[in-house]
């Protein structure tokens, strides 16, 4: 059977298993548009507003499902804008196909018309960066594509699609399923002297993340730490992946890292490292352990050869995944519990912070959800100041789930709500988002209104770039500059998409709001009247100011 290039791809998709996809059109790429025309319910497309808003969508899919977001952008411009959800999703860890249309085969290196050299421009953000020139080599390169996005740790791939080669007949069959790979278990020598060394510490800690763990990986880890009574971290912006009420929980370790999750990185005497890899933020700055031998005991197990020594010499590197990883522990005892039981203890006081001086208070708004919220709720948020109240001030059970970009890119928060809508549309989808962060990629609502994937939205408006202020604050205080932002009127903005949407003025005005947005059968959006003065939980706008300037007296 004879078919084009457009209709070889979209076939190798939907039998690898690929469901749903996110884009912008464009004429480069009209072949695979075509061939998408008569996909649906096999492979859906949503038309997306923005490239940048489509590729995190795919890169939240990803993150989401733990297989590949597939996102279809044009050439030149589109790829460009396209390219903040590759970053996010490499750093994240997170499965993505990005496919890009090309200029044709015949007018390559001429500087053609939104020409570019995607193998040069995504070498160093994507996983795999590769152009398909031959049409029969579709389900080749396809193939690859699609285990490398999601074997050893998990990433995008970045996939240039020439014009020509898109309409060009080939009789090349398409791929029927996806390649069947055994992920890496550890070895029992290395199990052997893993558990040595945790009978023999004084003071050990779990530092768990990253993608790829199942069900069964989850439950084993947490049994293993619950019956040895060994703290459990999770790296930045995975709390998701364990259980937060269990007892061996204490916390994240991320921006704003509290000061009992940085002592017991730094006091532990082993770290137990299960699928993470070493970022500034998990480290706060590469500070918590000495580079490249840490003062700790290093056990580090990854599902990725090349994240076992990148940064820190371990002293037991184990090439595994983590769920195989997990399921081979054997449970261990020592003198600890203290050690536990304390850093749990402040976890669990963490919550408790004074009330904000702010008309909307979100001490009170996440207490009153902590309670509310379904269990298998899907929390997502972008980046500022405001991530501060779903990272550090929710609580994830075994089936709730956050999407937030470790790369922290702002705008990542709504496009990924309406991913997790499009993914799961019958769970409770929440995005935290603040006013800048919000009009970073807005106009996905309008994504959100025709795929009728709709979540709830709360913008925390407080009418600054609060992230940067506060470093303006510390760095220059009194000395504002580009940062104090004049706002639309969100609720008209939401409402001309088919949202519901309402101002929330006051504290007390937040729970009869949110019953109402959760009852919308169209999502909502609720503006938040939140004070600038309420930068963070724990010090105030005047308070940061002031110590800045008394500090500046002294030098």
């Not at 490499?90 to 993505?96: E, F, G, L, T």
């Not at 031998?293 to 002293?315: F, R, W």
């Not at 303006?472 to 001309?496: C, I, W």
């Amino acid at each position: 059977m004879m078919r084009n290039g457009g209709e070889l791809l979209v076939e190798s998709l939907i039998a690898l298993g690929a469901r749903k996809s996110f884009g912008v059109p464009g004429e480069s790429y009209l072949a695979v548009l075509d061939a998408l025309h008569d996909t649906k319910g096999k492979l859906d497309y949503i038309l997306c507003r923005n490239e940048g808003g489509a590729a995190f969508m795919a890169a939240a899919y990803g993150k989401l499902t733990n297989t590949p977001g597939l996102c279809f952008v044009t050439r030149g411009p589109g790829a460009t804008n396209a390219s903040i959800g590759v970053h996010t999703a490499m750093q994240d860890s997170a499965p993505m196909l990005l496919f890009i249309g090309q200029v044709g085969t015949d007018m390559t290196g001429r500087e053609a018309f939104q020409e570019i050299d995607y193998r040069a421009m995504f070498g160093t953000v994507a996983k795999w960066a590769v152009q398909i020139d031959q049409v029969e080599r579709i389900p080749e390169i396809l193939a690859r594509a699609w285990t490398v996005a999601t074997t050893g740790r998990p990433g995008p791939v970045v996939i240039a699609l020439p014009e020509d080669m898109l309409t060009s007949l080939t009789d090349k069959s398409p791929l029927t399923a996806p390649a069947k790979i055994a992920f890496p278990a550890p070895q029992v020598e290395a199990m052997t002297t893993a558990q040595q060394m945790l009978k023999a510490a004084k003071k050990p800690v779990i530092l768990m993340g990253g993608t790829n763990w199942t069900e069964t990986g989850r439950s084993a880890l947490q049994s293993f730490a619950e019956q040895s009574d060994i703290p459990v971290v999770a790296a930045f912006r995975y709390q998701d992946q364990f259980d937060n009420f269990s007892s061996a929980f204490v916390g994240e370790a991320g921006v704003g890292m509290l000061p009992h999750v940085k002592a017991l990185i730094r006091d532990a005497d082993l770290i137990l490292a299960i699928n993470v890899r070493f970022g500034e933020m998990t480290t706060d700055g590469y500070t918590l352990l000495d580079v490249p031998v840490p003062q700790q005991n290093l056990i580090h197990a990854h599902p990725s050869d090349a994240e076992i020594g990148k940064i820190y010499v371990p002293d037991l590197g184990i090439h595994a995944c983590p769920n195989s990883f997990a399921q081979s522990l054997q449970p261990v005892s020592g003198a600890w519990t203290d050690w536990r039981k304390t850093a749990r203890d402040a976890y669990l006081a963490s919550f408790d912070a004074p009330a904000q001086p702010s008309p909307v208070d979100m001490v009170a708004v996440m207490t009153y959800l902590r309670d509310r919220l379904p269990e298998d709720v899907i929390l997502t948020n972008g980046a500022g100041n405001f991530t501060v109240w779903p990272n550090k001030f929710a609580k994830f059970g075994t089936k709730a789930r956050l999407l937030a970009p470790q790369s922290g890119a702002m705008g990542y928060g709504v496009p990924a709500a309406i991913a997790a809508k499009v993914a799961e549309p019958e769970r409770m989808v929440i995005c935290f988002a603040g006013d800048g962060d919000f009009q970073m990629n807005c106009q996905e609502l309008g994504s959100a209104m025709q795929a009728g994937a709709q979540p709830i939205i709360l913008i925390l408006n407080n009418g600054i770039y609060g992230t940067i202020r506060a470093h303006q604050e510390k760095h220059y205080p009194a000395r504002v500059s580009g940062t104090t932002m004049e706002n639309p009127d969100f609720v008209a903005l939401a409402k001309s998409y088919r949202f519901h949407a309402e101002r929330v003025e006051t504290t007390a005005d937040f729970a009869a709001a949110f019953e109402r947005a959760a009852a919308s059968k169209t999502g909502a959006v609720l503006e938040l009247n939140i004070s600038p003065e309420a930068l963070t939980p724990r010090q105030t706008l005047s308070q940061m100011r002031a110590a800045a300037l008394a500090a500046k007296e002294m030098a």
